[in-house]
């Protein structure tokens, strides 16, 4: 019996999305390496989730418990903690000179 693949997260989508564009703009090299930074980044939150400051981004939109990880010069994490299941949950990946109302439209997250 065949399981139906399961629908990709708005983490997943947005990561995607940003993959593509780095492909476009500066090559697949590079949407690699930058894909693979933004893994390594995320496995270290399980060590130090609160490493991250409050997004000011967010915040400003109503989101005042989500956190901004700067994963290099250009690429952030959003994510949130979890902290009565200790977990991380990730909300989006995207360049920094995006517009986050617009990526969030884009992907229609709904925020918790």
Request: aromatic content about 6%.
């Amino acid at each position: 019996m065949c399981q139906p693949k399961p629908e990709p997260t708005d983490f997943e989508i947005t990561l995607k999305k940003l993959c593509t564009f780095l492909s476009r703009k500066q090559g697949a090299a590079v949407a690699g390496r930058t894909r693979d930074l933004i893994k390594l980044r995320i496995t270290e939150l399980s060590g130090n989730p609160h490493v991250a400051p409050i997004s000011e981004r967010l915040a400003g939109l109503g989101f005042a418990d989500y956190r901004q990880l700067l994963i290099d010069q250009h690429n952030l994490v959003y994510y949130r903690l979890d902290e009565e299941a200790g977990k991380v949950v990730l909300l989006a990946v995207m360049d920094s000179r995006q517009s986050i109302e617009q990526l969030l439209y884009e992907t229609t997250i709904i925020l918790e």
